[in-house]
């Protein structure tokens, strides 16, 4: 093991050297070194961002030494952004810091173009018409086929966190379902090589020991067989039919110690799953993205549509999706199990081979390169083509041109399922409330005067949206953040700074699902909401 494997080895575990080369290969944007914005950017320079930038105008202050862990009392008056880029820096040699102690505004009216060099903008510490004016830039720039650069606006009003992510679309190839989903073992549809391979085992004439080692995929095969052959070549249909396939397999038992009839028992009921193309993969071989493919597509669609065209090709594929080629543990001996799983790692490799060819005649078509996408990448697609998933964010700038007035009545009125939607309407009218005070609540020596008026922007908001119910946002709650004021409480940016970095790892390495698109967490009652808002 060399000394970055070594360095790295627990999250390569999690996300692979993919995912890892993912994380090099970003550059990552912090506007303002707050508290929590330095909280994010500790947990990506950690595991070994290849980039960051931090931009920030301020100077250190009394407060920013009294809630940021990454500040010091000989950082007081210094410039905010050169101070937390060199300590964060010193957490990894290997990434690269710079800073900007200028306003993110002044930067983009220089050059308008700034954004464009990042893969992620992180904004903390800025108000409704500046996040709307960075979040459009990054959509736009993703809308325009350029680089993909998500936007990630975090707030943190004392003990009350939130994250807004905003990017057109992101496809995620490796969800990491558990072994036990994406084991396709096809034994409603075995493929020749497998009913051979299941056909090779003689369950009567074998000793207690061989028995005992029949891997429960041949067992299942064998008991499946036997029943199409009894029932006009059908799988059980039913609950009755299916529990007396089981207790086909019960009987077979020769001892109450045969360990393989008993996994083969318990995975009866998934055998009798039919084996088909998931809805949702179905709903995306129809998106438009996948219908009308351009030289500008991505390679998820490219691939994608290969897919469906090998699907379609039912005399290679029998309409199923490309085999994972992966299978579970079981009690067997060696050579059987390795005959077993090579028999389906080499199932696997040929359709891959099949949708590659399909991929190579797409690019043609495209007038690109045939070795514009690589083997290793389709492969990857294929394993985990019935777990594929497309998220397609609503922009910050829909969100509050057209509200989902039917689903914010539903989330305020289901105090159950979503407790934090009225923290989430607080925060819209803290913005509404800075737009015409130019401050927030609480900032001042007053905070009590105004409650009221944070009160009248709330009522404001539910009836631009429709909403009339009494108390759909508890006064307390306005009470309360009337009270933090623009407070930032260290471990609620702690927090906050794991759950929001742990996003972005999702989004630069297109593993594993990110949340869509709003989080929410209240400290008081440790308890947290997500919301399509």
């Known amino acids: 093991m060399d000394a970055k494997t070594q360095k790295y080895d627990r999250q390569l575990r999690l996300w692979g050297s993919d995912g890892q080369e993912a994380l090099e290969s970003a550059h990552i944007l912090l506007v303002n070194a707050t508290a929590v914005g330095c909280e994010i950017l500790k947990n990506l320079v950690l595991p070994g961002i290849g980039q960051y930038t931090v931009v920030d105008q301020g100077t250190v202050t009394l407060s920013d030494i009294g809630s940021n862990f990454f500040l010091d009392q000989d950082s007081l008056g210094k410039s905010r952004a050169q101070q937390t880029c060199e300590l964060l820096g010193e957490l990894n040699e290997d990434v690269q810091g710079h800073w900007v102690a200028k306003d993110i505004v002044s930067l983009l009216e220089e050059n308008p173009n700034y954004l464009s060099d990042f893969t992620l903008v992180i904004a903390t510490a800025i108000t409704l018409k500046v996040a709307e004016k960075i979040a459009g830039l990054c959509w736009q720039a993703s809308q325009d086929g350029g680089n993909q650069i998500s936007f990630v606006w975090v707030k943190t009003v004392g003990l009350i966190g939130a994250v807004r992510i905003a990017v057109p679309e992101h496809a995620v190839i490796e969800t990491h379902p558990d072994n036990e989903k994406l084991a396709d073992l096809r034994i409603d549809s075995p493929f020749p090589e497998l009913a051979a391979y299941a056909k090779s085992f ?75 193309v998931p809805s949702n993969i179905k709903e995306l071989f129809q998106d438009p993205k996948c219908e009308a ?118 989330w305020l009125e289901d105090s159950y399922s979503s407790p934090l939607f009225p923290q989430y309407v607080l925060l819209r009218a803290s913005d509404a409330f800075y737009d015409d005070h130019g401050r927030y609540p609480g900032e001042g020596e007053n905070w009590e005067e105004d409650v009221d008026q944070l009160d009248h922007n709330v009522t404001t908001l539910l009836q631009d949206w429709g909403i009339t119910q009494e108390n759909a946002v508890p006064k307390d709650l306005t009470h309360e953040i009337c009270r933090y004021g623009v407070g930032s409480i260290h471990n609620i940016a702690s927090f906050m700074g794991g759950v929001v970095s742990q996003e972005i790892i999702k989004l630069i390495t297109h593993q594993y699902i990110p949340m869509n698109n709003t989080f929410i967490f209240d400290g008081a009652s440790s308890v947290s909401n997500v919301f399509d808002v």
């Open 293 to 410: 493919l351009t030289a500008k597509s991505t390679h998820f669609w490219i691939i994608a549509r290969a897919v469906r065209d090998f699907v379609e090709d039912k005399e290679k594929s029998s309409g199923f999706l490309p085999l994972s080629g992966t299978i579970p543990d079981m009690k067997a001996q060696t050579d059987s199990y390795v005959t077993l799983q090579s028999i389906y790692k080499t199932k696997a490799k040929q359709d891959v081979q099949e949708v590659m060819n399909h991929v190579k005649c797409l690019l043609e078509r495209l007038g690109l390169a045939s070795d514009t996408i690589a083997v290793q990448e389709v492969e990857t697609f294929c394993k985990f083509s019935a777990f594929l998933k497309v998220i397609r964010y609503r922009s910050i700038a829909d969100e509050y041109l057209n509200p989902k007035k039917k689903e914010i009545a539903s």
């Open 202 to 276: 003689d369950f009567n004439t074998q000793d207690s020991l061989e028995f005992g080692h029949i891997p429960y995929v041949a067992i299942l095969l064998k008991y499946m067989e036997d029943w199409r052959a009894e029932h006009d070549s059908k799988i059980p249909q039913n609950y009755a039919e299916k529990n007396q396939l089981k207790a086909n397999i019960r009987s077979g038992m020769r001892t109450i110690d045969d360990e393989n009839f008993d996994e083969a028992f318990n995975s009866a009921l998934r055998a009798c799953n039919p084996t088909v």
